[in-house]
T-cell receptor, first 114, second 112 residues
Framework: EPEVTQTPSHQVTQMGQEVILRCVPI?????FYWYRQILGQKVEFLVS????????KSEIFDDQFSVERPDGSNFTLKIRSTKLEDSAMYFC????????????FGPGTRLTVT | AQSVSQHNHHVILSEAASLELGCNYS??????LFWYVQYPGQHLQLLLK??????LVKGIKGFEAEFIKSKFSFNLRKPSVQWSDTAEYFC??????????FGTGTRLQVFP
């Protein structure tokens, strides 16, 4: 099946700056997930996004986070004012065709906040 | 709340040794269970999954896992590991929603 791509692969930003991470589906998918993995820790669910609306979000996904589908194809995760503790790998994922249970993950964006 | 525990944080083996990685979950309802692998510098890839039916599931690269409902466990096994199996292994579940809940991961190092 088509893969998920993410851009950029690595982003370095200063504390307090806004960052936008992008997830690019190869085919037209309505359902997407964002996860993050702080170095040395487990992968954590952030948010699921279906048909231009948030379907579910975790307690990590506070007001500084937002998700959009700005142009009908890309999915974005925005962090408005980054903090040091936002440094992590951010993965987007999409469901396998025909199922809502199996997910394909993108290669991730490494975010470094200095 | 759902949770996943992986008891082995770091496992070191020689090639041809047998592998078993533990995974226990906490959830009262029906669950789907997964093992994902993350090779160095790569993204998460699905190794195998259990939704229903035969509790012994076989995945890619010779891996298998057994779902034991009474023990809330889904341990990953491989009879003979290779150097190329060096990676981080994550157990995950989902239940009443489709979000995945991951364990903390097990880092496997295989030496030739």
């Amino acid at each position: 099946e088509p893969e998920v791509t993410q851009t950029p692969s690595h982003q370095v930003t200063q504390m307090g700056q806004e960052v936008i991470l992008r997830c690019v589906p190869i085919s037209n998918h309505l359902y997407f997930y964002w996860y993050r993995q702080i170095l040395g820790q487990k992968v954590e669910f952030l948010v699921s996004f279906y048909n231009n609306e948030i379907s579910e979000k975790s307690e990590i996904f506070d007001d500084q986070f937002s998700v959009e589908r700005p142009d009908g194809s890309n999915f974005t995760l925005k962090i408005r004012s980054t903090k040091l503790e936002d440094s992590a790998m951010y993965f987007c994922a999409r469901p396998k065709q025909g199922t809502s249970d199996e997910q394909y993950f993108g290669p991730g964006t490494r975010l470094t906040v200095t | 709340a759902q949770s996943v525990s992986q008891h082995n944080h770091h496992v070191i083996l020689s090639e041809a040794a047998s592998l078993e990685l533990g995974c226990n979950y906490s959830y009262g309802g029906t669950v789907n269970l997964f093992w994902y692998v993350q090779y160095p510098g790569q993204h998460l890839q699905l190794l195998l999954k259990y939704f229903s039916g035969d509790p012994l599931v076989k995945g890619i690269k010779g891996f298998e896992a057994e779902f034991i409902k009474s023990k809330f466990s889904f341990n990953l096994r491989k009879p003979s590991v290779q150097w190329s199996d060096t990676a981080e292994y994550f157990c995950a579940v989902n239940g009443n929603t489709d979000k995945l809940i991951f364990g903390t991961g097990t880092r496997l190092q295989v030496f030739p």
